[in-house]
């Protein structure tokens, strides 16, 4: 599948899951052919989007192909990459257990395994900037360090990978890492990991998990 056919696709199941509602969030994946990104427009139904309605971007966020307006969120997304080279996609949901935490302000701790592999420990929200800012931008890269997910305060969650695929799954992790989280809370004191399990997983996760 093409890097523009997966776009359509994982736009589509980002919709159907709940994790945004209407036209809301955005996700790009990198095209190391054309040293940019491809990234969903501004305000389109994802349920309509064809591949003419995609658009190319470099690292400074200049349409480099496509006619559409890019999501407004086009300077985050290249900030990451710019901050990662290591990402090759972008995903921001405004997911509901993930954007309680965003507004409390609060980190999802590192508490269950699938997270903290995926996403490398804790995931922490970034300082509060106004959306479709260069400082929002600024700040989700920086929250993010060596992670691969963040919160935005009072607004969402931005879940980064190695593939497109990947960052839709940390995404689907995070926010049921983040259910977990609010439910356990309710029952007790979440007890969390301790930073050398996190890392054992973390590892393992890098080096061994699934068919390596
Ligand atoms: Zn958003």
Not at 111 to 125: F, N, P, R
Not at 134 to 152: H, I, P, T
Not at 153 to 175: F, R, Y
Request: with cysteine; charged share 20%; net charge negative.
């Amino acid at each position: 599948m093409s890097i523009r056919e997966s776009l359509l696709r994982l736009g589509r199941e980002m919709l159907a899951s709940g994790a945004v509602a209407g036209t809301w969030g955005n996700l790009s994946a990198w095209d190391e052919a054309h040293r940019g990104f491809w990234i969903t427009p501004s305000g389109m139904d994802y349920r309509v989007l064809t591949e003419r309605d995609l658009i190319l971007l470099d690292p400074e966020g200049r349409v480099i192909e496509g006619f559409r307006r890019p999501s407004s969120e086009a300077l985050l997304h290249a900030r990451i990459y710019k901050a990662r080279p290591d990402v090759r996609g972008i995903v921001h949901t405004h997911s509901v257990y993930a954007t309680a935490h965003a507004v409390a302000r609060t980190a999802i701790p590192a508490i269950v395994e699938d997270l903290v592999q995926i996403v490398g420990g804790m995931v922490e929200t970034a300082d509060y900037a106004l959306p479709g800012t260069l400082e929002l931008a600024l700040a989700a890269a920086e929250g993010l360090k060596e992670r691969n997910a963040v919160l935005l305060a009072n607004h969402g969650l931005v879940g980064i990978g190695n593939s497109l695929d990947e960052a839709w799954k940390v995404c689907q992790v995070v926010e049921k890492g983040a259910m977990i989280h609010a439910w356990s809370k309710m029952l007790g004191s979440p007890v969390l990991l301790n930073d050398k399990d996190v890392e054992t997983m973390r590892q393992g996760y890098m080096t061994h998990y699934g068919q390596k």
